[in-house]
């Protein structure tokens, strides 16, 4: 079956490189769904879960926005940032989402808004991905074998 050739980039490298069969994206305007053949698309993307899906198999990232083109079988991102499910770190995560929180509680008159609610999103959707990964793949959270 034709496959999609697919690739996640960011500053830091390439997040992500293989030949899949379906890709759902947090698009600007919504999840946008990828197979082989779909038109040419050019959208920009917003934080959130991107899947993929490769013979039968799941893999689940974040990504905090950036941009996904789609041309002739070939899908590339160009992410601010991305990370593999399994690469998010909780803890790491639940302290971004107390600071955000703190901050939007108090206000303090040199406060970006936008910046803290955006920290805010960030952090609720990492929690959100690696706790779906948890429930799908019990004992992948360092748990296995108790
Ligand atoms: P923090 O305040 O913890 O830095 P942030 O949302 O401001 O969170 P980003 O600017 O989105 O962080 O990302 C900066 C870098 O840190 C990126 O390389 C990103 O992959 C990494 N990163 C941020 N939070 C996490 C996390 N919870 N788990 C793994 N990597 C993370």
Do not use: C, W
């Not at 960011?10 to 379906?22: F, H, L, M, N, Q």
């Not at 808004?113 to 959707?125: D, Q």
């Amino acid at each position: 079956m034709a496959k999609l050739k697919f690739e996640i980039v960011t500053a830091e490298g390439i997040v992500y490189s293989d030949d899949v069969d379906i890709i759902v994206a947090p698009g600007i305007e919504g999840q946008l769904g990828i197979l082989p053949g779909h038109a040419p698309l050019l959208t920009m993307l917003q934080p959130g879960e991107l899947l993929v899906r490769k013979d039968g198999e799941e893999t689940a990232m974040f990504v905090s926005g950036g941009f996904l083109e789609v041309m002739q079988n070939r899908v590339t991102v160009l992410a601010d940032v991305a990370e593999r499910a399994e690469e998010i770190d909780i803890s790491r995560a639940e302290a971004a989402k107390s600071r955000a929180e703190q901050r939007l509680e108090e206000r303090p008159a040199e406060m970006d808004l936008a910046a803290a609610e955006a920290a805010l999103m960030r952090s609720l959707m990492r929690l959100k991905i690696a706790e779906r990964r948890r429930k799908r793949k019990p004992g992948s959270g360092g748990t296995q074998g108790l």
